[in-house]
């Protein structure tokens, strides 16, 4: 799995970009959000997800992880791939989608190219929970609700890693964080919460 790139950006076109990491070229689609922030730096560092077809390997690069987590839930939900993710990520950008969803906006979603009205009411049905214990609403309020959030995001993928189940780290990462509140360190967090589950 790559995570992420750090290297050159040679090439840039709302679609993909091109960057050099120590020699080697890296093609990797973006969306326009992602676009729309990198600019024209030189260096860039893009969070990434590699997608395995029987045809080919796509690397998915995004300049937030808000952005990134975002497009691994949407690929979660059936009937939603990779190039239909990036397209409602282009359209809507993260924080406003995850609005949409724990607001319940299937007119919304459906405004968005290949989102029809089962896609849409799908979506919902199966991200609302998710993207509510991620914290979703934060994500448009202070930059420490924010940085909370991907602490606790990250926290609960080290548990989910380390063979806990996604139901049983969200647990104890919950109950660690409503006993001490946002003002543990990513490290702290994951301790107590492997003592607690």
Known sequence: MIAYLKGRLVHKEPAFVIIDVHGIGYQVMISL???????DREDITLQTVLVVREDAHILYGFASSAEKIMFQQ?????????????????SMGAADLRSAIIKEEVHTLQSVKGIGAKTAQRLILELKDKVRKEGGEGLTGPNSQAAHNNIRAEALTALMTLGFSR??????????????????????LVKIALKSA
């Open 74 to 90: 949407l690929v979660s939900v059936n009937g939603i791939g990779p190039g239909t993710a990036m397209m409602v990520l282009s």
């Open 167 to 188: 139901q049983a780290a969200e647990k104890s990462i919950d109950a660690v964080l409503k006993k001490s509140g946002n003002s543990l360190s990513l490290e702290d």
């Open 33 to 39: 959000s992602t676009y729309s922030e990198i600019k």
